[in-house]
């Protein structure tokens, strides 16, 4: 169980949203073939290279110890680290504005801007309440649903691409807590199909919205009416 779940977003020129979940760490770089070039923008997410298809030369290469610019999970919180970027970092929210020289770091507590380079602006969305099951600790059932129902909800609303992930774990968990119930096997069904059109069709997310809110409204209430 962790208390948090951020998304790191690109905009474009209609301001339409591409969302990535920061599962461990985030690295912000330029891709160049030697100093005086300038590369491509891009963003290890993971093991994912996502390409933002445009240049800024104010934005450092890869080095020796990775990306100038660096977001990472400590101890449940979320910072952004200047490494040695070749320009400031610039954090921006509602109410405040952080300016990172290289060496400094500051921890993100709600959504904000980051601004690595004069091209690039990258929008970081936090929630409050998350579940990973790698950490293996005791949860109690009704819990663990109610959050993975949340999660689930969620990043499919957000059009998340780790939407069929949230939702294979809410259903596996579901099967290892079983109701004998009409209610739980049609939308233990209805879900497990959801989740297969979603990973043939991830285009299709939008289509899933009011469904999926359904399902989870009703999984929500069957678990707290049961357990």
């Known amino acids: 169980m962790v208390n948090k779940r951020a998304y790191i977003s690109t905009l474009d020129d209609d301001d339409s949203v591409e969302m990535a979940l920061i599962e ?9 073939k030697n100093e005086y070039e300038t590369g491509k923008v891009c963003l290890k997410v993971g093991g994912e290279i996502i390409n933002l298809g445009y240049g800024d030369s104010t ?6 110890s990775g990306a100038p610019v660096q977001l990472y999970w400590t101890d449940g919180s979320l910072d952004v680290y200047n490494y040695d970027n070749e320009s400031n970092v610039h954090v921006s929210t509602l109410t405040n504005l952080q300016k990172l ?3 400094e770091t500051a921890e993100l507590t709600s959504d904000c801007l980051i601004e690595p380079g004069i091209n690039t602006q990258l929008r970081v ?3 409050k309440i998350s579940y990973d099951s790698t950490h293996g600790e005791d949860v109690p059932p009704i819990q663990e649903i109610n959050i993975l129902c949340d999660i689930f909800s969620t990043t499919v609303r957000d059009g998340s691409n780790d939407a069929p992930k949230f939702g294979q774990q809410l259903l596996d968990t579901m099967r290892e807590n079983p109701i004998d119930s009409e209610v739980f096997g049609k939308n233990s069904r209805k879900l497990e199909t959801t989740i297969q059109d979603m990973r043939e069709n991830p285009t299709s997310m939008d289509e899933h919205k009011k469904s999926v809110q359904m399902i989870t409204s009703r999984v929500e209430n069957l678990y ?3 357990l």
């Open 59 to 64: 934005i450092s290469g890869l080095g020796e």
């Open 224 to 226: 707290n009416l049961k």
């Open 24 to 32: 461990d760490s985030v690295g912000i770089y330029s891709k160049r």
């Open 125 to 127: 969305t936090i929630d």
């Open 101 to 103: 020289s290289k060496g």
